[in-house]
């Protein structure tokens, strides 16, 4: 499913395409003949716990290094969990993600009206 919302939230660009795996990142990064891992953090703790994957990454294959990227300060709170449990409780979440995602979480936590 996520992989089917992020085709569909980035068919507008044409120099993207979304691929899913089931192997280890750095397995994946060399079957594509890549050898840079772009990751998000937001906050102290992503940063500790994507270092950790970085260096693991490392190690597992030595020509695969890890890029960390910020986001907008208006977006560094924003998390997958915080977007659902909105949702799920009626909040408005289009601010925060691509019209395909907001589609597919409003189908799976239909409207609470409450007299």
Known sequence: KRISLAK?????????????FNVLLTHFAQEQDANIIIR??????????????AYMNRKLSGNVETVFLTPSENLSYVSSS??????????DIDP?????????????FPKNHTS
């Open 8 to 20: 569909e939230s980035l068919s507008h660009l044409s120099n993207i395409e979304v691929v899913g």
């Open 82 to 91: 915080l977007i659902r449990e909105i949702a799920s409780l009626d909040g």
């Open 40 to 53: 998000g953090i937001r906050s102290v703790t992503d940063f500790e716990y994507e270092f950790q994957l």
């Open 96 to 108: 925060f993600v691509p019209t395909p995602v907001a589609q597919a979480l409003a189908s799976k």
